[in-house]
């Protein structure tokens, strides 16, 4: 189950888009998902061959660029931003403070 988790983001999505949906919890959920060409990329596909003149890295670091470069993202991480900032000013008003910021 572990190993499925890390490797299957399919499934971690949806379960915590359930979560997220269920009402039990009022937490923010917000999936980043770059799919245009990493999710075709074998984990074990990381090094550099003399066929393949970039690494996985590379490849990874182009594609989230590209994706990242999007207005919709741009705005959704933004908006997330916000949320994160917002979170952090409203728990340092209060007494337990400390023990969130540490």
Do not use: C
């Not at 190993?3 to 997220?20: F, G, P, R, T, W």
């Not at 660029?65 to 728990?91: D, G, H, N, S």
Request: hydrophobic share 30%.
């Amino acid at each position: 189950m572990a190993k499925k988790i890390a490797s299957d983001s399919e499934y971690v999505h949806h379960l915590m888009d359930a979560i997220q949906h269920s009402g039990r919890d009022q937490r923010y959920y917000q999936r980043f998902n770059v799919e245009n060409g990493v999710g075709e990329i074998k984990l074990g596909e990381w090094k550099r061959t003399n066929k393949i003149p970039h690494t996985t890295q590379d490849q990874i670091e182009h594609f989230t660029e590209e994706y990242v470069r999007q207005v919709e993202v741009q705005q959704e991480l933004q908006k997330l931003a916000r949320m994160l900032v917002e979170t952090r000013i409203q728990r340092s008003k209060t007494s337990q403070w400390e023990s969130f910021y540490a």
